[in-house]
């Protein structure tokens, strides 16, 4: 149960990542791609021209946004093992809340990452499934979820969308993904914005899920957000 976030909600706190990086070298442009581009917008940075490009399950529900949207200069749906991306194309990867939804997630990171220049940076928000959030998404029914999904979120949310929640969409999964690919973890934040969590009902069921597993599962929060960068050494040649 993702709920649409503005990459500005964050406090700039990405803002501030991106402006860092581009501060360090000589960028006319700034090249965006948008992974899981049904929720955040892209980020806009102060004196640079930013140019977005946008990467998604072909789902309906996405579908009907993008139509919508004028803030991409192109967008491809479709399975992102395989999904058309440019190698090396693009200096920030924004992927919001794509990885706990998806079948094959290190594959489709792997994917996505090939098309990120060395040195480049991933700005990162998944729902994280050892959550007390993420282990009640992904065992409520189909059903239910359809049921809820629109007392618990804003209107125009897309959704409710797939909870797959493989491995990756935990912290130890990505802490091993990253160190097995030699990426840097710069920043790692644990944050609550699941729409469960604006009501009583969705409070009560979040509390009530982490009681049942004795803490094994927090309420403290939901959502895994963390700033990723690609090495700029020979290695980066091999993701």
């Not at 809820?148 to 409710?160: C, K, Q, S």
């Amino acid at each position: 149960m993702s709920e649409v976030r503005s990459v500005a909600l964050r406090g700039d706190f990405f803002g501030q990542r991106v402006r860092e990086h581009c501060a360090g070298q000589p960028m006319r442009r700034l090249d965006v791609l948008v992974a899981g581009c049904a929720h955040d917008e892209p980020l806009v940075v102060e004196h640079m021209e930013t140019r977005a490009t946008g990467a998604d399950e072909d789902h309906p529900a996405v579908r009907r946004v993008l139509e919508e949207r004028a803030d991409l200069v192109t967008w491809s749906l479709g399975d992102l093992r395989c999904v058309p991306l440019p190698p090396r194309a693009f200096d920030v990867i924004q992927l919001s809340f794509l990885l706990e939804r998806v079948r094959h997630a290190e594959l489709v990171f792997d994917r996505l990452l090939q098309s990120l220049r060395p040195g480049g940076l991933v700005l990162l928000r998944v729902r994280d499934r050892k959550s007390a959030y993420g282990l009640l998404d992904r065992i409520s029914p189909s059903w239910l979820r359809r049921l809820l999904w629109r007392p618990l979120v804003r209107p125009g949310t897309p959704g409710p969308l797939p909870a797959v929640y493989e491995p990756l969409a935990s912290s130890d999964g990505l802490h091993a993904f990253c160190l097995s690919r030699g990426l840097m973890i710069t920043d790692d934040e644990r944050n609550t914005s699941g729409p469960a969590r604006s009501g009583r009902i969705g409070t009560a069921a979040v509390a009530l899920m982490s009681s049942l597993t004795s803490g094994r599962f927090p309420a403290s929060h939901d959502e895994i957000t963390m700033v990723i960068r690609k090495p700029q050494h020979h290695f980066a040649r091999l993701i």
